[in-house]
């Protein structure tokens, strides 16, 4: 089992920056992509980033040149720095792990974009 703890989200004004971390735990040997989705309230969840064991990356057309996802081996955290953001970025961000016994949610993490 992998368990994911994501932190770092808050309140922003448009314009503004975050950091969101999502700490890896447990059969990490066992992942093979991480990625950040959102939800925002009355919508579907999305996704934001993946990031591959091998260090390659996809970005959703909507946050693509403002987002970017990284990962520290070393501290088993991925993380996923915002720039630029918007109103419409407010949702709660997930941390999805994808293992060999399939996907693993975080509890998320509340982004809350307003001025």
């Known amino acids: 089992q992998v368990q994911l703890v994501e932190s770092g989200g808050g309140l922003v004004q448009p314009g503004g920056s975050l950091r969101l971390s999502c700490a890896v735990s447990?059969?990490?040997?066992?992942?093979?992509?991480i990625g950040w989705y959102r939800q925002a309230p009355g919508k579907q969840r999305e996704l934001v980033a993946t990031?591959?064991?091998?260090?390659?990356?996809n970005y959703a057309d909507s946050i693509k040149g403002r987002f970017t996802i990284s990962r520290d081996n070393a501290k088993n955290t991925v993380y996923l720095q915002m720039n630029s953001l918007k109103p419409e970025d407010t949702a709660v961000y997930y941390c999805?792990?994808?293992?060999?016994?399939?996907?693993?949610w975080g509890q998320g993490t509340q982004v809350t974009v307003s001025s």
């Open positions: 999805n792990a994808q293992t060999i016994w399939g996907g693993q």
């Open positions: 990031i591959t064991n091998g260090g390659n990356t």
């Open positions: 447990g059969s990490i040997g066992t992942i093979y992509t």
